[in-house]
């Protein structure tokens, strides 16, 4: 399934990440695949601040220090994931795509980080952010479905 879709640049929004580290029962076999396939640099991938903003959250609350050092480190030590800081050019993108789709300040950051960074796939988890037409967006759900060619 993922095969037939090219991911040649992927912008990766944070539920793939707490799916992957957290082996999310359901989702876990696609994103291990798709991570697999970042690892072994068939993939370039990218994500943003707010990815690490968002993934720390829990971990800090439980004071669950493992799971905060699993999410350090695949957002850290990855040579084929950059993560992508929040800059001029990102905001000016993100306040273009909130006031077309008016969607959440996140989401519009992760996808202007995408888009900005020439990303042909964003992958998420979120239906609403479908109807971005800036770049592909990809249904976590609909890849375990078979809805993609």
Request: glycine share 2%; hydrophobic share 45%.
């Amino acid at each position: 399934m993922i095969d037939k879709i090219s991911f040649q640049k992927v912008m990766i929004d944070t539920s793939p990440f707490i799916y992957y580290i957290e082996k999310h029962k359901q989702y876990f076999p696609v994103i291990k695949s798709i991570f697999a396939k970042i690892d072994n640099l068939e993939i370039s991938s990218v994500t943003s601040t707010i990815t690490l903003i968002e993934v720390l959250v829990h971990p800090k609350r439980e004071s669950n220090f493992e799971l905060e050092k699993q999410y350090l480190d695949i957002l850290s030590n990855n040579a084929n994931l950059e993560i992508i800081p929040l800059d001029a050019s990102v905001a000016r993108k993100a306040a273009e795509i909130r006031a077309i789709y008016n969607i959440k300040v996140p989401d519009a950051i992760q996808l202007a980080t995408g888009i900005n960074n020439n990303c042909n796939v964003f992958l998420t988890n979120d239906y609403a952010l479908k109807k971005v037409d800036e770049i592909r967006v990809i249904i976590v759900s609909d890849l375990l479905e078979g809805k993609y060619p």
